[in-house]
């Protein structure tokens, strides 16, 4: 079935390393969204990409959606503890045009 | 001032009972959604209602029956519960079932069956 992969699964940086995460869709994506959830927390919509080679920033996270429209990224700069949890992408897949989240990449930062 | 809100907290019960849980949204939205999240934290859809309406139904076991009494409301009803129902079970609403619509996830709630 379609699928929606994250690399990497985790990753522990030291406070003020950047951290990428990737997001790769084995078909062509309308959109991507990326979402945040905490620790014991729920997920929480960060942003949305539509255009393809689009790029956007949020302070110091930096968002791309890809030329094809298959994969994106999420780059934080000079990562903070409060940007410890897992970061997941999700695309709109399937004739029943469901959003499917990724498999998630767990941050850990520590100081 | 609640956007989504989904009870109980956590669950937790024995292998075979039956339990609910429930879901209400104040955002006027017009879709909601149930999802599980398993121990490595995937994330899957199980259900989708449009004003009421099923529009998406995955492959769940028929003891999961969710209710849409209104479109401000989803339950989620669970029969003979086994221990791989153990899961995180969000509940979510979007403004309308086009997928441009970002999700509002409530709290969740954590079942634990024993």
């Known amino acids: 079935g379609q699928q929606v992969m994250q690399i990497p699964q985790y990753q522990h940086v030291q406070e003020g390393e950047d951290f990428t995460t990737y997001c790769n869709s084995s078909?062509?994506?309308?959109?991507i969204q990326w979402y945040k959830q905490r620790p014991g927390g729920h997920p929480v919509f960060l942003i949305q990409?539509?255009?393809?080679?689009e790029v956007k920033k949020q302070k110091r996270l930096t968002f791309q959606f890809g030329e094809a429209k298959k994969n994106s990224s999420l780059h934080i700069t000079a990562t903070q503890t409060t940007d410890v949890g897992t970061y997941f992408c999700?695309?709109?897949?399937?004739?029943?045009?469901?959003?499917?989240f990724g498999t998630g990449t767990r941050l850990q930062v520590t100081l | 001032d609640t956007a989504v809100s989904q009870t109980p907290k956590y669950l937790v019960t024995q292998m075979g009972n039956d339990k609910s849980i429930k879901c209400e949204q104040n955002?006027?939205?017009?879709?909601m959604y149930w999802y599980k999240q398993d121990s490595k934290k995937f994330l899957k859809i199980m259900f989708s209602?449009?004003?009421?309406?099923?529009?998406i139904n995955e492959t769940v076991p028929n003891r999961f029956s969710p209710k849409s009494p209104d479109k401000a409301h989803l339950n989620l009803h669970i029969n003979s519960l086994e221990l791989g129902d153990s899961a995180v079970y969000f509940c979510?609403?979007?403004?309308?079932?086009?997928?441009?619509?970002?999700?509002?996830f409530g709290n969740g709630t954590r079942l634990t069956v024993t």
């Open positions: 979510a609403s979007s403004q309308d079932k086009g997928l441009d619509s970002p999700l509002h």
């Open positions: 078909t062509t994506l309308s959109n």
């Open positions: 990409l539509v255009k393809s080679g």
């Open positions: 999700a695309g709109p897949t399937g004739t029943a045009s469901k959003l499917t």
């Open positions: 955002l006027g939205h017009d879709t």
């Open positions: 209602y449009n004003n009421k309406e099923l529009i």
